[in-house]
Structure formats: structure tokens, C-alpha cells
């Protein structure tokens, strides 16, 4: 089992940046394909990026490629999201997500999940 604990979440004007990290917990954090995804109010929870297991590969949603990165640092257990260029539409909590296969944007390929941190973005 891994435990996942979000931060870096806040308030950001359009166009700004904000860099969200993911500390990790328990079980070898290198053993899990890892994921950002966001729950917008009234919505569903969408994909964002994934990264396998050693960051040799990414994944990004078209709403964020080329404005969005994501990253691990598997001797530190965090893995990190930076985001660039934020849009109020970015706004939602966001959540970071432990699985087992790559490569996959389903939530549901996803056992272990944190508790979510606020990004706001305001126009």
C-alpha cells in the first residue's frame, strides 16, 4: 500500500504558474506508474499526465500539452507536476494517483489515490 499526500495547490492569476507535488509513502514508489488528475465543480474527474515507473515516459491530456510537465523523483518519492501559462478553465482540485500499468489515463487503472489540493485560477 502507498500513501500519497498532494501540496502546492493555491490561488494563481491567468497566466501564472504553480508547481504541485506529490509525497509518497509505504510501498517502493518506483513500482507504480503515477498520475495527475482534476475534478472541476459539477464534473467528472479527468485524466491530466501520467509517467511510468522510471519517467522514461509521459503522458499528457491535449488541454495541458505543452503547458503542463510532469515528473518523479523516485529517491526522493514525489512526484511532481509544474504547470505553466494557467487558464481560469484549470481550475479544480487536483489529485495524484499510484496504478499499475502503463499506459493508461482511466482512473480506474489507479488503486491508490491522495486527498486533492485546490488550484484556483482567477481571470
Known amino acids: 500500500q502507498v500513501q500519497l499526500v498532494e501540496s502546492g495547490g493555491g490561488l494563481v492569476q491567468a497566466g501564472g504558474s504553480l508547481r504541485l507535488s506529490c509525497a509518497a509513502s509505504?510501498?517502493?514508489?518506483?513500482?507504480?506508474?503515477m498520475g495527475w488528475f482534476r475534478q472541476a465543480p459539477g464534473k467528472e474527474r479527468e485524466s491530466v499526465a501520467a509517467?511510468?515507473?522510471?519517467?522514461?515516459?509521459?503522458y499528457y491530456e491535449d488541454s495541458v500539452k505543452g503547458r503542463f510537465t510532469i515528473s518523479r523523483d523516485n529517491a526522493k518519492n514525489t512526484l511532481y507536476l509544474q504547470m505553466n501559462s494557467l487558464k481560469p478553465e484549470d481550475t479544480a482540485v487536483y489529485f495524484c494517483?499510484?496504478?499499475?500499468?502503463?499506459?493508461?489515463?482511466?482512473?480506474?487503472?489507479?488503486?491508490?489515490w491522495g486527498q486533492g489540493t485546490q488550484v484556483t485560477v482567477s481571470s
Open positions: 494517483a499510484a496504478g499499475g500499468s502503463w499506459p493508461t489515463n482511466n482512473p480506474r487503472a489507479y488503486a491508490y
Open positions: 509505504g510501498r517502493t514508489f518506483s513500482s507504480y506508474v
Open positions: 509517467i511510468s515507473w522510471r519517467g522514461g515516459s509521459k
